[in-house]
């Protein structure tokens, strides 16, 4: 996109009080492209038996600040999305470990786990 046009765009959004950032063409851009493998590594420990849900989102929220631990988000969010969109990375980059299946959350999806829109996720609501 040519720099005046994404200049155009970024002053359109300050005028609106947004605070814009600029980010090369790539899958998730920014805020997605961390998020996404940020659940899935979670969900990975999750699956190993490395800890349990609650204490994982508990560590992310003490130790690292995060107002929401990742299984909070990925409720969220939605485990169908979470799903979909690692699906489509991992077929565009399939050599990409962090964007392989990850069985556990198959399960969940599978079973109709969605989140917090279908009751229950990672966590019951």
């Known amino acids: 996109m040519p720099a005046g046009t994404v200049n155009s765009f970024v002053q359109f959004g300050e005028t609106l009080g947004k605070h814009c ?27 190993r038996g490395d800890a349990t849900a609650t204490d994982i989102d508990s560590a992310m929220k003490l130790g690292a600040g995060y107002p929401m631990g990742p299984f909070q988000i990925a ?8 799903k979909s969109v690692l699906d489509g990375w991992h077929k565009r980059f399939p050599e990409n470990k962090l964007f392989a299946p990850i069985p556990y959350l198959d399960k969940l ?10 009751a229950e996720g990672f966590y019951k609501y």
């Open 21 to 47: 950032v600029v980010c090369k063409d790539t899958p998730g851009f920014i805020v997605n492209r961390l998020l996404i493998p940020y659940i899935g590594e979670a969900t990975r420990m999750l699956e």
């Open 109 to 118: 999806v599978a079973t109709g786990k969605l989140g917090r829109k279908a």
């Open 75 to 82: 409720d969220l969010v939605g485990l169908d999305i979470v």
